[in-house]
């Protein structure tokens, strides 16, 4: 689910955790909310995504480029 986080935040741009649920679990609810948060919150400690903290709520952005993060992938 990871990269499908990524591969949204690539197509559409910057988007909110609320957001990034409703495409990547269309009418997802609660437990979803929490587990794209999660996901974004590791996609964070990776440094794949920035949290714009400084409006509510949070906005997340690729810093990562789709080429480097598939690079990446294949080293791994």
Known sequence: KELELMQA???QGPM???QLRDLVYPGGETAEYATVQKLLDRLDEKGFVVRERSR???V???VVHREELIGR???D
Do not use: V
């Open 9 to 11: 935040l690539w197509e």
């Open 56 to 58: 509510a709520p949070h």
């Open 60 to 62: 997340f952005t690729a």
């Open 73 to 75: 992938r294949l080293q």
């Open 16 to 18: 909110t955790i609320k």
